[in-house]
């Protein structure tokens, strides 16, 4: 009984030394690895730091006692091997503590700057090696004029040279950024060709550009398709060239559009083919323009000014220019012409002219001759003068074949005034 209890206390005591001596000499600390590792049969993964020793297992221990050698050397064997095994469970996690090479992805190689053949924004170059370095020139993203652009631009630089208004055009909505779409070789040149071929004049393709720049994108088709049509209308080439070279937006109407124009003219006015041809080629704006401006002049010349649609019909042949005129101005010249120097609408026909000159001009001549009592525009009486002579006639020969004056004394009457 004794002897079992004293192998008892041997047993406890050589423990707890084992444990003590194992936890002191196997105390692992394992690094902080931000990646995965495989231990036995499970993946860790995070920072790990964690002692090694509460991995230990509970072995069975050596044993102390008074047995005889042969039990003592069974024993002395078995905590041999026993504290090999130990000593292996506390050593063999450190091996599966190395992280997994499939696990983990290869960090990327490093560059090495110095290797490279590129000149160092550091190193020290010589003159000739500055001049050399050629820094490509980058189109401002953003930009509200196209003066950044020119130099930068073929098509661009190319406008300026045909004396393109570009300060008008980059005013005009979605127009500066639609040039710069443009390819002077496959856009610009055959529209260029086109209006050289159909008799444009080399001055005015500027003006035609800088009025109508949507030109450069319109089919040359459809462009020689409308071309055909006035000719076909009895239009001349020379008359088309110049319609086209006053009235730039004259090619961007269909033909349709363009035949229904020359049929209201013709409808409203009354008039024949010939005189329609003449009143559009003298005037090509007016295919252009609105049709409403047309439509109120024709109704004021006819209510407010009281002129008949055949003497209507006259003074539009003589002067096309009445039907886009302001009509305000219309209205005050007529009303200075009718009311105050008591002309009548007969005489008026007679030189339509008149509505095209200025108000200003008739006002003060008309003044000067009541002021020296010469205003005398009845034919049937003496010193008849007629409109034509009071509107056309230069300051200086007014002066002297009209007023009997000189010119310093109608420049000292207009002081007054």
């Given at each position: 009984m004794a002897s079992s209890c004293a192998r008892l206390c041997l047993k406890c005591r050589g423990f707890l030394s084992f444990n003590t001596a194992a936890a002191n000499q196997h105390r692992i600390t394992v690094p902080?690895?931000?990646?995965?590792?495989l231990c036995g049969s499970s993946f860790i993964s995070g920072n790990h730091t964690k002692s090694e020793a509460g991995k230990i297992p509970r072995q069975q221990t050596r044993v102390y006692s008074n047995a005889p050698?042969?039990?003592?050397?069974?024993?002395?064997?078995?905590?041999?091997?026993m504290e090999q095994l130990s000593r292996n469970n506390v050593l063999a996690p450190k091996s599966h503590l190395l992280p997994m090479k499939d696990v983990m992805p290869e960090a990327p190689a490093s560059l090495d700057l110095d290797a490279a053949?590129?000149?160092?924004a550091l190193d020290e170059i010589s003159?000739?090696?500055?001049?050399?370095?050629?820094?490509?020139?980058?189109?401002p993203p953003a930009s509200t004029t196209l003066r950044g652009y020119v130099d930068k631009s073929e098509t661009l630089t190319k406008l300026v040279q045909l004396d393109v208004k570009l300060w008008k055009l980059e005013k005009r909505p979605n127009v500066g950024s639609m040039l710069l779409r443009l390819d002077f070789n496959t856009d610009v040149a055959p529209r260029l060709l086109f209006l050289k071929e159909i008799g444009v004049e080399d001055s005015f393709l500027g003006y035609i550009i800088t009025h109508n720049p949507f030109i450069l994108k319109a089919n040359l088709e459809n462009l020689q398709a409308r071309v055909n049509y006035?000719?076909?209308?009895?239009?001349?080439?020379?008359?088309?060239?110049?319609?086209?070279?006053?009235a730039p937006y004259l090619l961007n109407f269909s033909v349709k559009r363009l035949d229904n124009r020359l049929g209201f003219f013709q409808q409203q006015l009354s008039l024949s083919a010939s005189n329609t041809r003449d009143i559009v080629?003298?005037?090509?704006?007016?295919?252009?323009?609105?049709?409403?401006?047309?439509?109120?002049?024709?109704?004021?010349?006819?209510?407010?000014?009281?002129?008949?649609?055949?003497?209507?019909?006259?003074?539009?042949?003589?002067?096309?220019?009445?039907?886009?005129?302001?009509?305000?101005?219309?209205?005050q010249?007529?009303?200075?012409?009718?009311?105050?120097?008591?002309?009548?609408?007969?005489?008026?026909?007679?030189?339509?002219?008149?509505?095209?000159?200025?108000?200003?001009?008739?006002?003060?001549?008309?003044?000067?001759?009541?002021?020296?009592?010469?205003?005398?525009?009845?034919?049937?009486?003496?010193?008849?003068?007629?409109?034509?002579?009071?509107?056309?006639?230069?300051?200086?020969?007014?002066?002297?074949?009209?007023?009997s004056a000189t010119l310093e004394d109608f420049c000292l009457f207009l002081k007054t005034l």
């Open positions: 902080r690895v931000p990646t995965r590792f050698a042969q039990h003592l050397g069974t024993e002395a064997k078995e905590d041999k091997s053949g590129e000149i160092s003159d000739e090696e500055a001049i050399s370095i050629t820094v490509p020139v980058a189109m006035l000719k076909s209308k009895k239009f001349s080439s020379q008359h088309v060239a110049s319609m086209v070279s006053r080629q003298r005037l090509p704006r007016l295919i252009c323009g609105s049709l409403e401006i047309v439509k109120e002049n024709l109704k004021v010349c006819e209510i407010e000014l009281g002129f008949k649609k055949n003497e209507i019909q006259h003074i539009v042949i003589a002067v096309p220019k009445v039907l886009t005129a302001n009509k305000k101005k219309l209205i010249i007529f009303d200075f012409l009718h009311n105050t120097m008591k002309i009548p609408h007969h005489l008026i026909i007679k030189f339509p002219q008149v509505f095209n000159s200025k108000y200003l001009r008739i006002r003060e001549r008309h003044l000067f001759l009541q002021y020296l009592g010469k205003a005398q525009y009845d034919p049937s009486q003496p010193n008849y003068i007629s409109l034509d002579r009071l509107v056309s006639l230069p300051d200086e020969t007014f002066c002297t074949e009209l007023a």
